[in-house]
């Protein structure tokens, strides 16, 4: 399931965490957000953006096994 | 990718053009965004400001508090859509004056969050957390697709 959560602080600031989405989409699903809080009268500046750890974004797709390539299987 | 991202904001709403424009969907959220100001505050929405003096003046939208009895008020510029807030501080009315423009930017802000995630066919779920240690919050908007 893909997740977005966004904190506006007292300043109207906004902090947001895009979770769930694999490879460029999270990007793509930014961009369509920021076009359409245009659309609404609110221009978002982007102060700073940081990508998740590979291993949180396993986690969050339920891959944590594969990504961290550990071994699958019996012996 | 998951992404963290941090943005500044600013509000600017459709151009005043004709009677018509108070239906446009970023006025629409002005006022909704003044009409949850105005209940947080036990206040009431006016169309006009007063100054120390008790001089009116006229605005888009004005935003009156038992804290702040001259109003907050709203002026939208018909060239550019900019928000311009008018009052008169004087006699210690800055802090005041400064809470309701502020909580005015946090709410406009959650509202059209919600209302583009909305959009996108999220679900959508807003909740409201008081930072510790003063009378200040934060908006939560959580959207799950």
């Known amino acids: 399931m893909r997740r977005i959560k966004f904190e506006v602080d007292p300043r109207g600031r906004v902090k947001a965490d895009f979770s769930g989405f694999a490879g460029e989409d999270c990007r793509e699903e930014e961009e369509k957000l920021r076009r359409l809080l245009a659309g609404l ?35 | 990718m998951s992404l963290l991202t941090a943005y500044s904001t600013q509000i600017r709403v459709a151009p005043y053009t004709g009677p018509e424009t108070r239906s446009h969907p970023t006025w629409r959220l002005l006022e909704q965004a003044l009409q949850v100001t105005a209940e947080e505050f036990a206040g009431e929405l006016k169309e006009g400001v007063v100054d120390y003096y008790g001089n009116y003046q006229a605005c888009d939208f004005a935003l009156v508090t038992p804290i702040f009895p001259r109003g907050l008020g709203v002026k939208v510029s018909p060239a550019t859509g900019e928000v311009r807030f008018l009052y008169d501080p004087y006699g210690g009315y800055e802090r005041h004056a400064n809470r309701l423009r502020d909580s005015l930017t946090q709410n406009y802000t959650a509202l059209a969050v919600a209302e583009a995630l909305r959009t996108l066919n999220y679900e959508v779920e807003m909740e409201e957390e008081r930072i510790a240690g003063g009378p200040e919050k934060r908006v939560v908007v959580r959207g799950a697709l």
């Open chain 1, 41 to 75: 009268g609110l221009a978002m500046a982007t102060a700073s953006v940081r990508p998740k750890e590979p291993g949180v974004i396993a986690a969050e797709l339920g891959l944590a096994g594969e990504e961290a390539g550990e071994e699958v299987g019996h012996r």
